[in-house]
């Protein structure tokens, strides 16, 4: 299997800040890779698909960027409505997620 | 608008099969192009892909759960299934079928509330 190691595995911003998520794949991976953003008590909702292609409807405040085995997820300018747990996902091999990142907002 | 919907039961005793329906509208699952996913989440944790099947009816399954998984569909009721065999109590998570997009690059862009199912004699 392909393991997806995401960090931090937490983390609390205010309101503005620049946020980055990192997840290393334990292979290359190519640019198979895509974020999603879960809230309590709901489904994860796509973010970021092919490492760095924001999907429909996403403000442009996320992005992506990364090829390989080294992939970054940024919110720019961090809002209230950002707060959740975002996760990594690699679609080269057997799918696989990474643990997670729970966002909180100060 | 593409709507899934899972439906099965709840409750399981250790050693049965778990068996979920994830019912398909805005879309038809006869379409090239779309992945037809399970994927659960156990309590408090991450997510774990179970498998899919495409419209050819081609599986693809999680390796750490081949053994026990099938993924079927059934295109007259739009309809695809999940049957987990010989379930044990870490099986107990939430169950979401979900649908992956080639467009976007096989990344799932629609997913369905979830289901919770709890394994417990």
């Known amino acids: 299997d392909i393991q997806m190691t995401q960090s931090p595995s937490s983390l609390s911003a205010s309101v503005g800040d620049r946020v980055t998520i990192t997840c290393r794949a334990s292979q290359s991976i190519s640019s198979s890779l895509n974020w999603y953003q879960q809230k309590p008590g709901e489904a994860p909702t796509l973010l970021i698909f092919a490492a760095s292609r924001l999907h429909i409807g996403v403000p442009s405040r996320f992005s992506g960027s990364g090829f390989g085995t080294d992939f970054t997820l940024t919110i720019k300018s961090l809002q209230a409505e950002d707060f959740g747990t975002y996760y990594c996902q690699q679609n080269y091999g057997p799918w696989t997620f990474g643990h997670g990142t729970k966002v909180e907002v100060k | 608008q593409v709507h899934l919907q899972e439906s099965g039961p709840g409750l399981l005793k250790p050693s049965q099969t778990l068996s979920l329906t994830c019912s398909v509208s805005g879309a038809s699952i006869s379409s090239g192009g779309y992945y037809w996913n399970w994927v659960r989440q156990l309590p408090g944790k991450g997510l774990e892909w179970i498998g899919y099947?495409?419209?050819?009816?081609?599986?693809y399954y999680n390796p750490s759960l081949k053994s026990r998984v099938i993924v079927s569909e059934d295109t007259s009721k739009s309809q695809f299934s999940l049957k987990l065999s010989s379930v044990t109590a870490a099986d107990t998570a939430i169950y979401y079928c979900a649908r992956a997009a080639a467009d976007y690059g096989n990344a799932i862009d629609v997913w369905g509330r979830g289901t919770t199912v709890t394994v417990s004699s």
């Open positions: 099947i495409y419209y050819t009816g081609n599986t």
